[in-house]
């Protein structure tokens, strides 16, 4: 009853913006908190952002103030705005989703979806 489909990554210069979307089945949108994971080459993958039911949005240091989070209960999409990407923010990023909140300790969600690819060189 879960599924997440997301699209928008590619690739851009240094200091450009991407708006990454998930599309989320209607069972986990009205009961899961969701986000955005990324792995980038070589390295574990991390936590990015997150939100909760209730619109509660967290994110982890390196993205403050550039990246964004937000719902569309309408389309039941998850976006990810980027602005002023920089070259360690290539990654591949992936749609998530978790009944329980997971921007605490970013321990890895549940449900995942395919991941799109985000490249910025400089």
């Known amino acids: 009853q879960v599924q997440l489909v997301e699209s928008g990554g590619g690739s851009v210069q240094a200091g450009e913006s991407l708006r990454l979307s998930c599309s989320i089945s209607?069972?986990?949108?009205?009961?899961?908190?969701m986000g955005w994971y990324r792995q980038a080459p070589g390295k574990e993958r991390e936590g990015v952002a997150c939100?909760?039911?209730?619109?509660?949005?967290t994110y982890v240091d390196s993205v403050k103030g550039r990246f964004t989070i937000y719902k569309d209960n309408a389309k039941r999409t998850l976006y990810l705005q980027m602005n002023s990407l920089k070259p360690e923010d290539t990654a591949i990023y992936y749609c998530?989703?978790?009944?329980?909140?997971?921007?605490?300790?970013?321990?890895?969600?549940?449900?995942w979806g395919q991941g799109t690819q985000v490249t910025i060189s400089s």
């Open positions: 998530v989703a978790d009944r329980s909140w997971f921007g605490s300790a970013w321990w890895p969600p549940k449900y």
């Open positions: 209607a069972y986990a949108w009205v009961r899961y908190s």
């Open positions: 939100i909760d039911t209730s619109d509660k949005a």
